[in-house]
């Protein structure tokens, strides 16, 4: 395949390939097509730098919630063998090293644009290319398009009458300064108790004057259990990589976490309890596959839920705060479960206070205050940890259009329609790395990545040697597959949470569940089913 017509920086570049996004999948997705398979690549990159979440997710506190040796790329043993994790749970600050020394090591930088934000992509039918332009100005032409945009990318900034009136800092985490923010001393507030809020709260409470946290649905979290990692704890993790590399890629999770096939509701409640502390001891996010049933089970999920709820009792000794910390009006797990370091335990801090807006919203903001409909809270600081416009968010902020200029956001008004989670109809020649109708955010999104970059490689490899280069899913293959992405969610408890999975997290956002619940083995095994019947699903031409 051909070389660049042009090096970074210029104003237009012709590629076979052109992705969208450095972070972890798009970096991925560069090296496998030009290094392994001989093709010119031009990723496009908003940020100024790789890392994707890794460079935007700034903030205080922010780690990873996977352990460090499975959130990591497994393509290169050389990369294995140089690079040590120094932490259980690696700091957004190592993994954004991780993945500049991947960047420079395999020589990526050369063929990504940063500062590149894409605002248009066009599926040119004349000559079976897609157009893509820059706000920067920057133009690409490829035959392929691949986004690899992130599920958690498109920061979600709510709505709050008078926030422009506010005369301290609005920062949010995922879009925090890359110049230190000082909050000694300083009067904050923080929206929201997901990952981010849970990660974010215990990091700043010890140096702020006072902490006020807005919640509106308390969280289930358990210890992460985080430790600075020793040679002898390397030496080990090191010894065990090749075990837990195929526990990796065999597992529905994408977690070197041993499956149990045990029922919460096998054991007696003395069993139970003594299983449910030992995992509480040592699991992290792992306690979720304390049993095999608690996702799918209610009654099952309930124990855990229980035991997580006497858990917060225990940490929170004031029984009202506690009470308003607790969750229960989902089950634990069908909103993205959360592992944390001393979170409940921030708020029996004298300077820390819990604010249920589930009881009285935010009501607006102004100059020196935000108010809800009860109270007025006087502030430096408005940190805003509400999220993101998930899974969808980052594919459709840009305006993409292909065949017959459908674009993508009327393609998907009803919900993502994807085929494989990899591919759409109507959108030839454009690939989706980890997106809905795929496994994505119910596994280690690493795995995800790197099974996607393989099949998707593959699947261009093999049509530009049979001459088809022009690759699109059928509409009747993307139909049933969203019966089946629906028919794997159904008999979950997924379907009793207003959460990002289901598209509850932005107001009008189509309610439907996207990602693939059929676990990463099972998904894998269906893509390689497809590929293996000549890409059953998907129309190729020349
Ligand atoms: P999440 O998990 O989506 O959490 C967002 C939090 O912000 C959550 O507590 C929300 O409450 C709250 N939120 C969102 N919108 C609002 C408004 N309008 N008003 C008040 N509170 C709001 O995002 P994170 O950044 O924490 O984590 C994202 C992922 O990063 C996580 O899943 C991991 O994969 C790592 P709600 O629950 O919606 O009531």
Not at 104 to 113: A, G, I, N, Q
Not at 182 to 193: A, E, H, K, M, S
Not at 470 to 499: C, F, G, H, K, Q
Request: with cysteine; charged share 25%.
């Amino acid at each position: 395949m051909s070389q660049p017509s042009a090096p970074t920086g210029d104003h237009h570049v012709d590629v076979d390939v052109v992705v969208v996004g450095a972070g972890f999948a798009g970096l991925a997705m560069l090296r496998e097509l030009r290094d392994v398979r001989g093709m010119s690549v031009r990723v496009l990159e908003a940020g100024d730098d790789v890392g994707g979440v890794w460079f935007w997710n700034r903030y205080p506190g922010a780690r990873c919630d996977v352990d460090s040796t499975d959130y990591s790329y497994t393509f290169s043993p050389e990369l294995d063998a140089e690079w040590d994790w120094s932490e259980r749970y690696a700091t957004q600050p190592e993994i954004l090293r991780y993945v500049r020394h991947v960047a420079e090591k395999f020589d990526l930088y050369r063929d990504v644009s940063l500062g590149s934000r894409v605002t248009t992509a066009d599926w040119d039918e004349a000559t079976g290319h897609w157009d893509v332009v820059c706000e920067n100005g920057l133009t690409a032409r490829g035959r392929y398009l691949v986004m690899a945009t992130g599920c958690l990318s498109a920061v979600k900034r709510p709505e709050l009458d008078g926030i422009e009136d506010f005369a301290g800092q609005v920062l949010h985490t995922a879009d925090w300064p890359a110049e230190p923010v000082d909050l000694t001393g300083r009067r904050v507030g923080v929206i929201g108790t997901g990952s981010s809020g849970i990660q974010v709260i215990p990091a700043i409470a010890p140096s702020v004057e006072q902490l006020v946290v807005f919640q509106r649905t308390p969280t289930f979290s358990v210890p992460a259990r985080h430790q600075v990692l020793t040679d002898a704890d390397r030496a080990a993790l090191r010894a065990e990589l090749p075990q837990r590399r195929e526990l990796l890629r065999n597992s529905p999770t994408g977690l070197s976490v041993p499956i149990t096939r045990r029922s919460a509701l096998d054991d007696d409640e003395e069993t139970r309890r003594r299983h449910y502390e030992e995992q509480w001891a040592s699991a992290g996010f792992g306690f979720l596959l304390a049993y095999n049933d608690l996702l799918v089970n209610k009654a099952s999920n309930d124990t855990a839920a229980d035991f997580i709820r006497g858990k917060i009792a225990e940490r929170v000794p004031d029984p009202e705060l506690a009470e308003k910390l607790t969750p229960r009006t989902y089950p634990y797990g069908a909103k993205r479960p959360c592992v944390d370091t001393g979170f409940y335990e921030t708020f029996n801090r004298p300077n820390v206070t819990l604010v249920d807006i589930s009881e009285s919203p935010l009501a607006k903001v102004t100059a020196t205050s935000l108010h809800t409909t009860t109270t007025e809270y006087e502030l430096d600081v408005i940190v805003f940890a509400t999220g993101f416009d998930a899974m969808t968010g980052s594919l459709l902020r840009p305006t993409i259009t292909g065949r017959d200029g459908e674009t993508l956001r009327e393609h998907w008004r009803s919900g993502p329609l994807t085929y494989l989670g990899l591919a759409t109809a109507g959108f030839p020649n454009m690939f989706i790395v980890a997106g809905p109708g795929s496994p994505s955010l119910l596994g280690n999104v690493m795995v995800s990545i790197e099974q996607h970059v393989d099949w998707i490689s593959e699947l261009l490899t093999r049509s530009a040697a049979e001459g088809t280069p022009t690759i699109e899913a059928a509409p009747d293959a993307e139909a049933e597959w969203v019966v089946r992405v629906n028919a794997a969610a159904a008999p979950t408890l997924y379907m009793e949470a207003a959460s990002y999975y289901l598209g509850a997290e932005v107001p009008g956002k189509p309610r439907v569940f996207m990602p693939y619940a059929g676990g990463l083995r099972r998904y894998r095994r269906e893509c390689d089913e497809v590929a293996q019947a000549g890409y059953r699903g998907f129309t190729r031409t020349a």
